[in-house]
């Protein structure tokens, strides 16, 4: 069965470090998103990606890059930790065919839980 | 900024009644309407999907849209204690941003 994966599912860095977290998916899905997930504000997009060498910033997308070299994966690098930066980050993917397709919706991997000390 | 607004939880309701998730959404471009389900500690999980204004039924769950009011609901008749989750309202505008926008979601829960 397709799925969205992510890895790892729970990281614990130092503030400063470069942490990558990985996203792949195998729906074959154009569309990729990374978001992030805090108390009080609710999923907030970071990058994502209407396809290979495309990406694009979100609405929280400082301290954060994305790249897109394949079809199934995109990855966020932290490129400093903060402590800011701790949250849960939530990958997702759709396929995108026009407007009422139901190909718009996001189906989202599990979850990773990083903590920044 | 494209706002969304969910009604202010927690919400809760027992077992067997009828559950009213409420969402306003700021961005008139939006077409379609999404919502997901989250339970704590998991992933957002697609339940319910509405592109037209008026009711959309499945199972327990009734999706209802207004656009001209810019509002969209969710109802779900006898509600489970298993329905106990947080359920997040988004639109998405189909233009060139092609992005959900999330509401904060309202936490339900359901009394045995």
Redesign the interface.
Known sequence: DAEITQSPRHKITETGRQVTLACHQTWNHN?M?W?RQDL??????IH?S?GVQDTNK?EVSDGYSVSRSNTEDLPLTLESAASSQTSVY?CASSE?K???S?S????????TRLTVL | QKEVEQNSGPLSVPEGAIASLNCTYSDRGSQSFFWYRQYSGKSPELIMSIYSNGDKEDGRFTAQLNKASQYVSLLIRDSQPSDSATYLCAPFEQGSARQLTFGSGTQLTVLP
Not at chain 1, 104 to 111: A, I, L, S
Request: overall charge positive.
């Open positions: 569309n998103f978001y009080g504000h609710g999923l907030r997009l994502y209407y979100g939530f995108s026009g407007q009422g139901r718009n919706e996001q189906f989202f991997g599990p979850g």
